[in-house]
């Protein structure tokens, strides 16, 4: 999904160096072999790709075909190729939600032994901060080549939450300071307040929040995230899609219910238009200096430096707002905490390299994948920012989260105070031992078109939150029933495994 599409992305010149040394004639370790890879057309993430392939060609002696279909065929494509065991395509650039439904299938190959194998770029997997390092495999194997590093946090405006005129107004209205929210009820209160103020000096009101929430793209997304804090929690780690034992859809859990009824209170204080907004025409509105807050990707930081952008220095982040209770599905009960109850998150693609079983060149297309994973090329992509290609890495970020120089990202464009709020806010949702499970099954997909619509319904005020929610367990069972549960509770158990132990069922008769 997520991708860098808004109007104002510009690609740069800073281009990753070369890493590896061209092979001499007679000795290339994959002379005569050809690789293709699938990646998408319509973001700038399969970019590299094409940076890569004189370099891969020259130092390998095979050759590099990258095939480029529309993010909506893309999955398609693929499992058109596997399901009828042709290996057209040796690798593809998959999402992260692909995972469950690929290595359950015996679509992919495992790259374990080509990872210790000194013939293939070194590229450090313990170098991933621990949520996304998750994503890279599956029932203990390895299968997504790091690359992509995705999750949300929150966007907001530093120059209106430091301005002394609102800073005094704010606190006469609400009798507490103006500060970064730290709960969603702090940021409802923000976006709230900031809702048809002038934010960008044209004369015209601007809005408190900007969430893109069109059926069909990133709407259940969005809802994902901020309702993390409302259903996960120390006490219940893990149970947030499914009753492990059963597969009994929890959507519907109380927890879940608050969260989409804050999600739908935010609405009236955005753009009545961005009920049918993508994600372009939501970031094109923050960089235009035309919303407050926002909840996104990392892609609108790093946007908010290129040219056109009315917010460059002006542009904080942090670690996604939590609650001050949650409900624990478990043990059916409200549970308040002394902090708040923040939750990190790997929401979205996060957009790797995998290799098809079925492929003839295998090893060189893990040589290409590795390559791009390498610390020297994936530094850059992670600074420069228009690739959509975002942060996770120890060498990433500064000290003392990390290894990473400022000075390369404030020579890649970036404002020094944006980009330290922007790898702050990152390395505290991927540090956070609290984390969204994230949905790695058969059909994962379907259940989040199903989500998704029933979203739309209570965020345009069609259905209550509670009946929206019910509506979409409905047919969270219906997908299970017609995927097989039996199969649907293995693959949901395996895919919770790199995460930690299975969760523990819920107590006998589920949620009461």
């Given at each position: 999904?997520?991708?860098?599409?808004?109007?104002?992305?510009?690609?740069?010149?800073?281009?990753?160096?070369?890493?590896?040394?061209?092979?001499?004639?007679?000795?290339?370790?994959?002379?005569?072999?050809?690789?293709?890879?699938?990646?998408?057309?319509?973001?700038?993430?399969?970019?590299?790709?094409?940076?890569?392939?004189?370099?891969?060609?020259?130092?390998?002696?095979?050759?590099?075909?990258?095939?480029?279909?529309?993010?909506?065929?893309?999955?398609?494509?693929?499992?058109?190729?596997?399901?009828?065991?042709?290996?057209?395509?040796?690798?593809?650039?998959?999402?992260?939600?692909?995972?469950?439904?690929?290595?359950?299938?015996?679509?992919?190959?495992?790259?374990?032994?080509?990872?210790?194998?000194?013939?293939?770029?070194?590229?450090?997997?313990?170098?991933?901060?621990?949520?996304?390092?998750?994503?890279?495999?599956?029932?203990?194997?390895?299968?997504?080549?790091?690359?992509?590093?995705?999750?949300?946090?929150?966007?907001?405006?530093?120059?209106?939450?430091?301005?002394?005129?609102?800073?005094?107004?704010?606190?006469?209205?609400?009798?507490?300071?103006?500060?970064?929210?730290?709960?969603?009820?702090?940021?409802?209160?923000v976006a709230a307040y900031f809702n048809g103020k002038d934010l960008n000096a044209d004369g015209e009101p601007d809005h408190g929040v900007v969430l893109p929430l069109i059926s069909g793209a990133q709407g259940m997304f969005h809802y994902m995230s901020l309702s993390a804090p409302f259903v996960i929690g120390p006490s219940n780690p893990h149970l947030y899609w499914?009753?492990?034992?059963?597969?009994?859809?929890?959507?519907?859990?109380?927890?879940?219910?608050?969260?989409?009824?804050?999600?739908?209170?935010?609405?009236?204080?955005?753009?009545?238009?961005?009920?049918?907004?993508?994600?372009?025409?939501?970031?094109?509105?923050?960089?235009?200096?035309?919303?407050?807050?926002?909840?996104?990707?990392?892609?609108?930081?790093?946007?908010?430096?290129?040219?056109?952008?009315?917010?460059?220095?002006?542009?904080?982040?942090?670690?996604?707002?939590?609650?001050?209770?949650?409900?624990?599905?478990?043990?059916?009960?409200?549970?308040?905490?002394?902090?708040?109850n923040r939750v990190g998150n790997t929401t979205g693609g996060s957009w790797a390299g995998v290799i098809s079983r079925y492929s003839k060149a295998p090893e060189a297309a893990y040589y290409l994948l590795a390559l791009m994973a390498s610390q020297q090329k994936s530094k850059v992509y992670a600074a420069r920012g228009w690739d959509g290609i975002d942060p996770g890495?120890?060498?990433?970020?500064?000290?003392?989260?990390?290894?990473?120089?400022?000075?390369?990202?404030?020579?890649?464009?970036?404002?020094?105070?944006?980009?330290?709020?922007?790898?702050?806010?990152?390395?505290?949702?991927?540090?956070?031992?609290?984390?969204?499970?994230?949905?790695?099954?058969?059909?994962?997909?379907?259940?989040?078109?199903?989500?998704?619509?029933?979203?739309?319904?209570?965020?345009?005020?069609?259905?209550?939150?509670?009946?929206?929610?019910?509506?979409?367990?409905?047919?969270?069972?219906?997908?299970?029933?017609?995927?097989?549960?039996?199969?649907?509770?293995?693959?949901?158990?395996?895919?919770?495994?790199?995460?930690?132990?299975?969760?523990?069922?819920?107590?006998?008769?589920?949620?009461?």
């Amino acid at each position: 999904m997520k991708g860098s599409d808004s109007a104002l992305v510009r690609p740069g010149d800073l281009v990753p160096p070369r890493v590896a040394a061209p092979c001499a004639p007679g000795r290339c370790p994959f002379e005569g072999q050809h690789v293709t890879v699938l990646a998408v057309d319509s973001q700038p993430i399969g970019a590299p790709l094409v940076e890569l392939k004189a370099e891969f060609e020259a130092a390998t002696g095979a050759t590099l075909d990258i095939v480029r279909r529309p993010n909506g065929d893309l999955f398609a494509t693929l499992m058109g190729d596997l399901t009828s065991g042709g290996g057209r395509f040796d690798a593809c650039i998959a999402g992260a939600w692909w995972l469950g439904e690929l290595v359950e299938s015996n679509y992919l190959l495992p790259y374990d032994a080509f990872y210790r194998d000194a013939r293939f770029p070194a590229w450090d997997i313990d170098q991933v901060l621990p949520a996304p390092r998750a994503l890279l495999r599956y029932g203990g194997r390895k299968y997504m080549v790091a690359n992509d590093h995705d999750g949300q946090v929150m966007h907001y405006r530093r120059d209106m939450l430091n301005d002394p005129r609102h800073r005094a107004a704010f606190q006469r209205a609400y009798g507490r300071p103006l500060d970064v929210p730290a709960t969603w009820e702090e940021f409802r209160d923000v976006a709230a307040y900031f809702n048809g103020k002038d934010l960008n000096a044209d004369g015209e009101p601007d809005h408190g929040v900007v969430l893109p929430l069109i059926s069909g793209a990133q709407g259940m997304f969005h809802y994902m995230s901020l309702s993390a804090p409302f259903v996960i929690g120390p006490s219940n780690p893990h149970l947030y899609w499914f009753d492990p034992r059963t597969m009994k859809p929890l959507i519907d859990s109380p927890g879940h219910v608050r969260a989409l009824t804050l999600l739908s209170s935010l609405v009236q204080y955005g753009p009545k238009e961005m009920l049918r907004w993508d994600l372009g025409r939501g970031w094109d509105h923050f960089l235009a200096g035309r919303a407050a807050l926002a909840v996104t990707w990392g892609d609108l930081a790093a946007l908010a430096q290129q040219p056109g952008s009315r917010v460059r220095g002006k542009v904080g982040a942090a670690q996604l707002p939590g609650a001050r209770e949650y409900y624990d599905i478990g043990q059916s009960r409200w549970v308040k905490t002394h902090a708040p109850n923040r939750v990190g998150n790997t929401t979205g693609g996060s957009w790797a390299g995998v290799i098809s079983r079925y492929s003839k060149a295998p090893e060189a297309a893990y040589y290409l994948l590795a390559l791009m994973a390498s610390q020297q090329k994936s530094k850059v992509y992670a600074a420069r920012g228009w690739d959509g290609i975002d942060p996770g890495r120890r060498y990433h970020f500064p000290p003392p989260n990390g290894t990473a120089e400022l000075e390369n990202y404030v020579r890649a464009g970036w404002d020094a105070t944006d980009v330290r709020d922007f790898l702050q806010a990152y390395h505290d949702t991927y540090s956070n031992p609290l984390q969204l499970p994230y949905l790695r099954i058969p059909g994962a997909y379907s259940y989040w078109l199903a989500l998704d619509l029933h979203l739309a319904e209570a965020t345009s005020g069609q259905l209550s939150p509670e009946a929206a929610l019910k509506a979409a367990a409905v047919d969270f069972e219906d997908i299970t029933i017609r995927l097989g549960r039996e199969r649907q509770r293995n693959a949901y158990r395996m895919s919770l495994v790199p995460a930690g132990p299975a969760p523990a069922a819920l107590p006998k008769g589920g949620v009461r």
